[in-house]
């Protein structure tokens, strides 16, 4: 059972805003502090629940406003769906990118801002994504790292399949998976390979001081 925060902890911390969009792997809920976005999720993952989480991060819940970032996020993915975008140039919180203090929330949050330099049309395996992070052996890691990813979709790991070929685990689910890159080696009119890049000009991202966007 989530804990909500007390009233004296609630007002010292930013809160959030969220709302949902419909796209064609199902509806996600999209989450924003004053920050950046913060979180994406599927619909399998249980709105109520991952709100509930988000309060007790964030605190309450908030209106949102015109022009809020989960409405600009709800605009970018309307176009990436319908492959007129290939980056997103959102402000991102990373802040649950790491929940965990210590070596391996470091790591996670280490390999999921990695991520990012995947271009869009293009794939990357588990163990080059290790490499990538610094830690050739920890492909387990690197699959926990991009399982608890809690920007799906914006920060892209559904661009990291298996070297043998097999897409290996989605958050949204395989099928969701296979979709999305589907859709990405169309639009970009070639067949996933492997490349990485580090798009210039990128805003700040809170958590992590050297991220890139998609």
């Known amino acids: 059972m989530t804990r909500r925060p007390d009233a004296t902890t609630a007002d010292s911390m930013p809160g959030f805003s969220s709302r949902t969009v419909e796209t064609p792997v199902g509806r996600l809920l999209l989450a924003a502090t004053p920050a950046g976005l913060v979180r994406v999720a599927f619909e399998l993952e249980n709105f109520d629940t991952v709100l509930h989480t988000l ?30 975008r290939q980056v997103f140039d959102l402000p991102l919180d990373f802040t649950l990118s790491a929940p ?8 996670r949050q280490k390999v999921q801002r990695s991520l990012l330099q995947i271009r869009y049309g293009m794939t990357r395996s588990y163990r080059e994504t290790a490499e990538a992070a610094g830690s050739p052996g920890a492909v387990r890691a690197v699959g926990t790292a991009c399982a608890t990813n809690p920007l799906p979709v914006i920060v892209p790991c559904h661009r990291v399949v298996r070297s043998d070929g097999g897409t290996g685990g989605y958050r949204g689910g395989q099928d969701v998976k296979s979709a999305l890159l589907e859709l990405e080696s169309h639009s970009s009119g070639q067949v996933p390979g492997h490349s990485v890049v580090s798009p210039a000009g990128n805003p700040a991202v809170r958590g992590v001081p050297e991220g890139n966007l998609l």
Not at 67 to 82: K, N
Not at 100 to 107: E, I, P, Q, V
């Open 55 to 84: 309060e007790h991060h964030f605190g309450p819940r908030v209106p949102s406003t015109p022009g809020d970032i989960t409405d600009v996020a709800a605009t970018r993915l309307d176009e990436y769906f319908v492959g007129s």
């Open 100 to 107: 965990r203090s210590g070596r391996s929330g470091s790591f």
